[in-house]
């Protein structure tokens, strides 16, 4: 076997820079566009939620989360209040928190244990009030509760009859569009003109089709929507509720629209996104098409407008690139200039990151199949390779800076990603050929993806590995089961081992999903014998390479017991494998200590079973892991 000494390669990018907190990230102009907030962390390496002047640039924290950084906030349209989400030791269960930024004082707005809450609407119209979803009357559906930001006083809005699983407000804040599931496994378009009046049904979408509610005009007339029907992939539609006649605004013949661009306050429509191999922009609205035009020669990549004040003035734009930081400008409409605010890791810069390509193969029934290689600095093929697999499925990969690809090129293997069957963004036919392939012809996009690798001489046969996390920790699960010599080893994070036991233990909020998840994947009621046949925890015994698991204690989707259940299926039958299991995790390592630490034992398990270099193992203060290794026969 071929070491990291045997072969040149750059030097080792730290993981810590890899995988550490950003310095910055996701920042959001405030409405009135006289303030600036983003992520960072603080002293302790929590990411809290910091706020600046937007014309100054020292900055304060808002928030003092004790040891789970804030992922995701929003500005409301009062002056000076932010709203945050945060949950548990990764639950899921979101609390709202309101930020008062004069006084920095917090106040759980939604403080019900068990309950999940999710920001539904802010309107500028109703400064005051803001819309939230809750399962507080029933775990397994969300009602609509209006909620004042001043007093925090708490009001039902909307019930749910069981079936609603989104909903849509219009400019005045009320709740006039839903989207609910269908028995069939589809999906139906519920509109009432205003709350008083009883839902009807617009539109039936089977369980082979896709739609969504996105927004209503600013005078609630015309309603838009993403939807398949008479297409292969989703277009973006404008309904007319008075004559109830639909007019195309955008569409592409194979690639499903990815991002719908409105202005602030006017809800017009002004530009679609469209993700082929890259991300590509169609301009509706004359009145930007010279905005964009400006914004694509600020710099390279693929740049995505984050937010914008209530005058439209002012936008704040990131740009994209596959080997560097994300860039944030501020962007001037008037003046058409744009000033660089920071990237989200500068220390990126100076590192010896490899760029991204796009490529497509032939699946071995004629289906073609698209992703992205990436190939080491250094080294001579045939290489060590990782098949990194996407979760979901129902996502896809994309292009663009991503620490797990530039790690493992760092480390010197070939990294490819295939978007599968079953993925979205190219069309209903593509995700469709997914339906009940999990294990099967889902798995042999995988090893055909494996085989071009091969075949174009970039892969030693002998050194490959397989790697994901949710579906792609399944696939690597799978991968090591079903096709026991074609991998070196395989690392899952929160994969499901056994699909009859994932079915029966999903979020009570996902209920309503359940027969859409029928479709997709097989009915464990009617057809149990389907689902044993395609989970790998039922032939844990074939597997014959090594296996490293990570897991967080506290999944919602994933429950800890599908990686408990095939680490003691593997002992059973002495076969080789890791567990890593971290205690104040969910679905995925938010803590970087944790992240820190998974990496660091994934990193070193590749190394051992495919040669390439590795930082070594040293101990992370802060990590929850507690890791048994059971080292088979």
């Not at 076969?575 to 205690?583: D, E, F, G, R």
């Not at 101990?619 to 088979?632: C, L, S």
């Amino acid at each position: 076997m071929a070491t990291s000494a045997d072969l040149t390669f750059p030097p080792l990018i730290p993981r810590t820079v890899l995988f550490g907190n950003p310095q910055r990230a996701n920042p959001q102009l405030s409405h009135d566009g006289q303030y600036l907030a983003y992520l960072a962390p603080n002293e302790q390496d929590v990411l809290q939620v910091w706020v600046r002047r937007a014309d100054q640039t020292e900055a304060r924290p808002l928030t003092q989360e004790p040891k789970r950084g804030v992922q995701a906030y929003l500005w409301t349209y009062l002056p000076g209040q932010l709203i945050y989400a945060q949950d548990t030791d990764g639950d899921e269960n979101f609390h709202l928190f309101r930020v008062e930024i004069e006084t920095n004082t917090v106040r759980d707005l939604t403080p019900f244990p068990g309950v999940k809450a999710q920001p539904l609407g802010l309107e500028p119209e109703r400064p005051q009030e803001m819309l939230v979803a809750l399962n507080r009357r029933d775990p397994q559906c969300f009602d609509v509760y209006r909620l004042n930001l001043v007093s925090g006083a708490l009001a039902p809005d909307t019930e749910n009859p069981g079936s609603i699983v989104s909903w849509v407000a219009d400019a005045q804040l009320q709740i006039r569009a839903a989207i609910a599931t269908t028995a069939d496994g589809g999906s139906a378009l519920l509109y009432r003109s205003d709350p008083s009046q009883d839902w009807e049904m617009l539109r039936h979408w089977g369980p082979d089709e896709s739609g969504n509610a996105v927004d209503f005009s600013h005078d609630g007339q015309i309603l838009y929507l993403l939807s398949t029907h008479d297409a292969n992939a989703l277009r973006l539609l404008a309904l007319d509720l008075s004559s109830r006649q639909e007019t195309v605004l955008s569409e592409d013949p194979q690639y499903g629209v990815d991002d719908v661009v409105q202005h602030p306050t006017q809800r017009t429509v002004q530009a679609v996104g469209f993700y082929r191999d890259r991300l590509h922009w169609h301009i509706l609205a004359p009145e930007i098409e010279a905005d964009f035009a400006a914004l694509s020669a600020v710099r390279p990549g693929e740049f995505h407008i984050v937010s914008r004040d209530l005058a439209d003035n002012i936008w704040l734009v990131a740009y994209i690139t596959d080997d560097g930081p994300v860039y944030y400008y501020r962007y001037d409409r008037t003046s058409r200039q744009s000033e660089l605010l920071f990237s989200n890791q500068p220390e990126l810069e100076a590192q010896p990151l490899v760029p991204i390509k796009p490529i497509s193969l032939a699946a071995r029934d004629g289906l073609t199949l698209h992703g992205y290689l990436t190939l080491p600095l250094g080294g001579e093929t045939p290489l060590a390779a990782v098949l990194l697999v996407h979760g979901g499925p129902w996502v896809r990969d994309v292009w663009g800076y991503s620490p797990e690809v530039q790690w493992l090129a760092n480390r010197g293997y070939a990294v490819l990603q295939i978007n599968y069957r079953g993925s979205t963004g190219y069309g209903k036919a593509f995700l469709n050929a997914g339906n009940r392939e999990w294990g099967a012809k889902m798995h042999d996009d995988l090893i055909d993806g494996v085989n071009w690798l091969v075949e174009q001489g970039i892969a030693d046969p002998q050194r490959v590995a397989i790697m994901g996390g949710s579906y792609g920790g399944y696939a690597a699960l799978a991968g090591l089961a079903f096709t026991p010599t074609v991998f070196a080893c395989g690392v899952d994070i929160v994969g499901p081992s056994n699909l009859l036991t994932l079915l029966e233990s999903i979020p009570p909020y996902w209920t309503p999903l359940l027969a859409m998840m029928y479709h997709r994947l097989g009915n464990p009621e009617t057809e149990p014998e389907f689902l044993q046949a395609r989970s790998p925890l039922f032939a844990a015994d074939q597997i014959e390479k090594p296996l490293l698991i990570g897991q967080g204690a506290n999944d919602p989707r994933v429950k800890k017991a599908e990686s408990e259940q095939i680490v003691a299926a593997m002992r059973t039958a002495a076969k080789p494998v890791t567990y890593a299991l971290y205690s104040d995790e969910g679905h995925g390592f938010a803590r970087p200590e944790n992240r820190l630490h998974f990496y660091a034992l994934a990193e070193n398990f590749l190394a051992r079973y495919l040669g390439g270099q590795a930082e070594p193992l040293t101990d992370i203060p802060g990590t929850t892991a507690v890791v048994q290794e059971f080292p088979g026969t």
